[in-house]
Protein backbone atom coordinates (compact mmCIF):
# COMPACT_ATOMS: atom_id res chain seq x y z
CA UNK A 1 0.00 0.00 0.00
CA UNK A 2 1.43 3.71 -1.01
CA UNK A 3 2.37 5.76 2.26
CA UNK A 4 -0.04 8.29 3.97
CA UNK A 5 1.34 12.07 3.23
CA UNK A 6 0.57 15.09 4.82
CA UNK A 7 2.32 18.20 4.18
CA UNK A 8 2.38 21.04 6.56
CA UNK A 9 3.47 24.19 5.65
CA UNK A 10 3.71 27.24 8.22
CA UNK A 11 3.44 31.14 7.21
CA UNK A 12 5.27 33.76 9.90
CA UNK A 13 5.40 30.96 12.88
CA UNK A 14 8.41 30.89 14.80
CA UNK A 15 10.47 27.48 15.69
CA UNK A 16 10.58 28.47 18.82
CA UNK A 17 6.55 28.57 19.66
CA UNK A 18 6.39 24.63 18.88
CA UNK A 19 6.20 23.02 21.90
CA UNK A 20 4.05 20.38 23.75
CA UNK A 21 2.35 23.46 25.44
CA UNK A 22 1.43 25.43 23.15
CA UNK A 23 0.67 22.19 20.16
CA UNK A 24 0.48 19.53 21.43
CA UNK A 25 -0.98 18.20 17.87
CA UNK A 26 1.35 19.22 16.19
CA UNK A 27 4.43 17.98 18.39
CA UNK A 28 2.55 14.38 18.40
CA UNK A 29 2.71 14.65 14.75
CA UNK A 30 6.37 15.49 14.64
CA UNK A 31 7.11 13.07 16.67
CA UNK A 32 5.53 10.50 14.56
CA UNK A 33 6.46 11.65 11.41
CA UNK A 34 9.93 12.48 9.39
CA UNK A 35 11.27 15.81 9.40
CA UNK A 36 13.03 16.88 6.09
CA UNK A 37 16.47 18.39 6.59
CA UNK A 38 16.83 19.64 2.67
CA UNK A 39 15.37 22.92 2.53
CA UNK A 40 15.72 26.20 1.79
CA UNK A 41 13.31 29.36 2.47
CA UNK A 42 12.56 32.83 0.45
CA UNK A 43 11.18 36.06 2.29
CA UNK A 44 7.86 35.84 0.05
CA UNK A 45 5.31 33.30 0.21
CA UNK A 46 3.97 33.31 -3.02
CA UNK A 47 6.93 32.20 -4.90
CA UNK A 48 7.40 29.65 -1.96
CA UNK A 49 4.52 27.96 -2.53
CA UNK A 50 4.27 28.07 -5.86
CA UNK A 51 7.73 26.54 -6.01
CA UNK A 52 6.79 23.84 -3.76
CA UNK A 53 3.60 22.93 -5.54
CA UNK A 54 5.47 22.91 -9.09
CA UNK A 55 8.81 21.53 -8.00
CA UNK A 56 11.05 24.69 -9.21
CA UNK A 57 12.98 27.35 -8.03
CA UNK A 58 11.47 30.38 -7.05
CA UNK A 59 13.88 32.11 -9.16
CA UNK A 60 12.16 30.53 -12.11
CA UNK A 61 8.99 31.70 -10.93
CA UNK A 62 9.92 35.11 -10.62
CA UNK A 63 10.81 35.20 -7.02
CA UNK A 64 14.43 35.83 -5.17
Known amino acids: TLPNIALITLDAFRFDAISKDYTPNLMEI ?17 PSMTSLFSSTYPNMLGGF
Open 30 to 46: IEQGVISKMLFHVQAEI
